[in-house]
């Protein structure tokens, strides 16, 4: 699925061509051909990851539409086809409005990423092992098949591909004692190697042609494979330098079946009901191990292993999910201009996942002897929700318009975990009660002032409870590794609020401003111990928007967000708070130059300066960076069907974080015809 | 290093004047309007009545949507509908059909930003879902019940949005992190952020949101009953080697890996 086929393509281009040859056809169409590359100077994999394209070029066609119709037939074709960007579409629609349809495609594209890992600033330590030009090829491929009965009751049959295919970077870094005398620190760069693919099936039947009565029944089968690697590696450059690879294969069968049935009752009155119902197998697979290569066999007698190098293999599993969730809802018209709309939602859900593998560790030097020891870990699950929400919404105002609503989750469940060795000793015995009870308030107005100026206004408080009740643990009290045991209680509250302001004081001047406030805290408690506030994150984002057109012919706009946001921890002495603060924006113009040119400038720009060095107590943390874009855009419009456009950019990237590692300057070029026919 | 700047000078000087003479003469000869995306040239506001002609499937759900809300009654907020997202609609609807005479926000999310400006500055972030393929439609249904697909009392939970394109992450593992029972979103902003795989915080303290633990002696950093003091030396929680796997594990109960 992964490699492009032209010959397949350029058929399949030609195809809707001999079809709906009928004389009495209107057709229409758009194609569009184009392409581009850059001339770059700095780091490849961070100009591909920021502009999501190909440093090479990239070129093809960009767009192929085709609409043919007659009286009793629609046919739609789409179509891209863009090496080097690894982009590619193919979807066609036969349709026979209220008789059929038919509908079939195939897309693909690529993700780039950068396989940058970290950098310790006081050393001036960085590692750069492997190509870090990383990406990530997603496909879908499709069939649909619909066709309705007399009284439009619709069949619907569909089949879907879906596949992730390639490269990215990990955030899991190994470790280095290259860094002085700062002991042993993880910045050494890592990547996953994926191979996802999943086969779904589905059918549905239903009717919402009526006014009165809709409903709808279906059930879908999907298979997903997992075969994917995470490639590691430690102490590079060192006499202990190893790769490790972990790899995570798993096979899950999927099936739901739901149904869905909305009746109204009068005119005041609306109710619906609906339920599903999943039932999830996997087979679990899998495997950690080190060795001197990607994927390697566990070789007990590895050369280079060291005191503590954990791993497993033989990982064999399987998991079982069944849940069960059903809902009703009503939508009542009490009044004159009052809705209110009530919903109820239960889930009940049963899961159990059993796997077994052989644990791997080294002892001590100077034997380094390999410890293999066969281990099983369980855990089953119960989990009941029950959900409420009541939502009321009032416009009986005129210009005005609000609503209001109240959500509640009550959720109480089980977990039951074990993980026990071959000689039958458990060494995680744990039996978890927990609930889970949460409730979201919100009130939302907009206020229509006069014609060309709004004002809209949220806010919602919602706030949740986790209360976790250990009634079987064998951990020892006092002593580490107890999650989740050791929390006993964790509350959530959250604010949230935002304003906005459309104004257009004139017909060719328009501002949008808007302000976004949130704030989060966290409580939580251990076992024997007083609750603590272990977060607080605050966020405010000020946006702006300008559009003005001082003439016909000259339109000029402006927008810029200017985001203040920090989650504060009292860990902030050992490793600091979390800034994440930015500030970017955009300027554009457009002025038409000629009978028929028209010239456009753009620019954008992004600033985050959040960098502290806390190598002492940790990493250096914090995003700092400044990237600039400008583009300058010629559009000719040659004719009415007619368009030529030709685009110029230059783009820098100046990232602190990496101390310059992903900094680039890049010349970009690209240029376009589009007719329309 | 001079030659470079006065040659950088010159050209600019020579090009502003070159653009400056282009614009004087094009202001004599031309006479008509620039057009600004996202629009659609020459066409005029119709109403959404027009629009139930032919997509009645479409707007027949629509007085249950988030974005419903927006309607009200009165003469300054008569021009809310349809239009308000997909432009003007007369030449579509003078036409009968087409997709280069109407805004299709599904390929171009900036009419969503026109209201949601703060989605503009995430989606414009280094870290942020690629462009141009993952689009506001994909997650949010605009037309038909709750923008926010999933969770409260909706058939579908929270994080099948997610979920969907991401099945690597559904688990069940043996050993579960509890964050995931909340929601993805307790760890990662879908909209983008400054930081990689779109995390609310790149050190840890997004994982000290939940599991920090009140200190019982100065110069410690206990966490769940051990002083990680020492360990975030090394990196933060996932990416120092201590816990990898931090959607689940069937191995350890620590999410080691």
């Known amino acids: 699925m992964q490699s492009f086929r032209p010959r397949a393509f350029l058929a399949a281009l030609l195809l809707p061509a001999a079809l709906l040859a009928a004389s009495d056809v209107s057709t229409e169409g758009t194609i569009t051909i184009g392409g581009g590359g850059a001339l770059l100077s700095g780091d490849r994999p961070a100009f591909q990851k920021t502009t999501q394209h190909k440093k090479d070029g990239f070129g093809g066609i960009e767009e192929f539409r085709l609409s043919r119709e007659s009286k009793d037939w629609l046919f739609n074709f789409d179509a891209r086809i863009m090496p080097g960007d690894d982009d590619y579409r193919l979807a066609a629609r036969w349709e026979k409005p209220e008789k059929f349809y038919l509908d079939a495609g195939f897309e693909q594209f690529r993700v780039f990423s950068d396989g940058t890992a970290g950098f310790f600033r006081p050393t001036n330590t960085s590692f750069r092992l492997y190509n870090e030009d990383l990406s990530l090829t997603r496909s879908k491929a499709w069939l649909e098949l619909g066709a309705y009965t007399a009284n439009q009751t619709l069949l619907r049959f569909r089949y879907e591909y879906n596949a992730r295919n390639g490269t990215k970077g990990s955030t899991h870094w190994g470790d280095t004692n290259l860094v002085g005398i700062a002991g042993t620190r993880n910045i050494v760069p890592s990547f996953y190697d994926l191979d996802e693919t999943t086969h779904l099936f589905s059918v549905d039947v239903g009717n919402d042609s009526r006014e009165d009565v809709k409903w709808n029944v279906g059930a879908r089968y999907s298979e997903t494979e997992l075969n994917n690697n995470r490639n590691m590696r430690r102490r590079p450059s060192e006499t202990a330098d190893r790769i490790v690879t972990q790899k995570d294969a798993t096979k899950t069968d999927l099936f739901a079946a739901h149904g869905f049935y909305e009746r109204k009752v009068n005119e005041q009155l609306t109710v619906s009901a609906g339920a599903l119902i999943t039932d999830l197998d996997s087979a679990i697979g899998g495997s950690r191990i080190y060795g001197q290569a990607y994927d390697p066999v566990f070789d007990p007698a590895y050369l280079r292993r060291q005191q503590r190098d954990e791993g497993y293999f033989d990982l064999t599993g399987h998991a079982e999910m069944k849940q069960t969730i059903l809902n009703l809802n009503a939508v009542y018209f009490p009044r004159k201009n009052w809705s209110v709309r009530p919903s109820i939602r239960f889930e009940n859900l049963h899961q159990e996942t059993v796997s077994e593998f052989m644990e791997t560790n080294i002892g001590a030097g100077p034997a380094f002897a390999a410890i293999v020891e066969e281990v099983e870990g369980e855990q089953k699950k119960k989990w009941n929700e029950f959900a409420e929400s009541l939502e009321l919404r009032y416009t009986g105002k005129p210009n005005w318009t609000f609503s209001t609503e109240g959500e509640w989750v009550q959720g109480s469940g089980n977990v039951d975990e074990e993980r026990i060795l071959h000689t039958g000793v458990l060494t995680i015995d744990r039996d978890n009660d927990n609930t889970r009870m949460s409730q979201k308030y919100s009130a939302k107005a907009n206020w229509y002032a006069k014609p060309g100026l709004t004002f809209a206004a949220q806010y919602y408080y919602k706030s949740a409870v986790n209360d976790y009740d250990a009634v079987r643990d064998n951990t020892p009290a006092g002593t580490a590794d107890r999650y989740p045991a050791y929390i006993t209680d964790q509350d959530f509250e959250t604010n949230d609020f935002n304003f906005r302001v459309s104004w257009r004081p004139a017909s060719l001047l328009s501002f949008v401003t808007r302000y976004d406030f949130q704030r989060s805290r966290i409580k939580s408690q251990e076992k024997g111990l007083a609750p603590v506030e272990s977060s607080e994150m605050t966020s405010h984002i000020l946006s702006e928007s300008i559009t003005w057109s001082p003439t016909a012919r000259l339109y000029l706009s402006g927008s810029v967000n200017v985001t203040w946001d920090q989650l504060a921890t009292p860990a902030y002495r050992f490793v600091l708070n979390s800034d994440n603060n930015y500030v970017n924006g955009s300027l554009g113009g457009g002025y038409a130059l000629a009978k028929k040119d028209d010239v456009y400038l753009d620019y954008s720009f992004f600033r985050a300066s959040n960098f502290a060095d806390n190598s002492t107590l940790s990493l250096p943390y914090g995003a700092s960076q400044k990237q600039q874009a400008t583009y300058l855009t010629w559009v000719r419009r040659q004719s009415d069907t007619l368009i030529y456009t030709v685009k110029y950019g230059y783009l820098t990237n100046r990232d602190g974080t990496w101390a310059g590692r992903a900094d680039f300057d890049a010349h970009m070029i690209y240029a376009k015809v589009q007719y329309h026919f | ?257």
């Not at chain 2, 509908?81 to 999310?109: D, F, L």
């Not at chain 2, 990680?228 to 080691?256: D, K, M, P």
Request: net charge positive.
């Open chain 2, 1 to 257: 290093m001079t030659n470079r700047f006065h040659r950088f000078k010159n050209t600019l000087l020579f090009g502003g004047a070159a653009l400056w003479g282009l614009v004087l003469v094009s202001c004599v000869v031309v006479n008509r309007a620039v057009i600004m995306p996202p629009n659609v040239p020459g066409a005029t506001f119709v109403g959404s009545k027009e629009c139930t002609e032919c997509h009645q499937s479409i707007t027949a759900g629509f007085a249950d949507a988030t974005h419903a809300r927006l309607r009200a009654p009165g003469e300054n907020a008569k021009n809310v509908g349809c239009e308000s997202c997909h432009g003007p609609g007369s030449i579509h609807a003078k036409k009968g059909s087409g997709h280069t005479n109407i805004v299709n926000p599904g390929r171009n999310p900036e009419t969503c930003f026109q209201c949601h400006l703060d989605k503009r500055g995430e989606f414009a972030l280094p870290h942020t879902h690629p462009s141009g393929k993952v689009t506001c439609s994909d997650c949010h249904d605009p037309h038909k019940g709750d923008a926010i697909m999933g969770g409260g009392a909706k058939l579908a939970g929270a994080n099948e949005t997610c979920l969907k394109c991401h099945s690597a992450q559904r688990g069940p593992y043996v050993f579960e992190h509890e964050a995931l029972r909340d929601n993805c979103t307790t760890c990662h902003n879908p909209h983008g952020t400054v930081n990689d795989k779109m995390l609310k915080a790149r050190n840890q303290t997004l994982c000290l949101q939940c599991h920090f633990q009140q200190q019982t002696a100065t110069g410690q950093l206990m966490i769940g009953g051990r002083d990680h003091a020492a360990f975030v030396q090394r990196g933060t929680c996932w990416s120092a080697g201590c816990h990898e796997a931090v959607h689940g594990s069937h191995v350890n109960s620590s999410l080691r890996f």
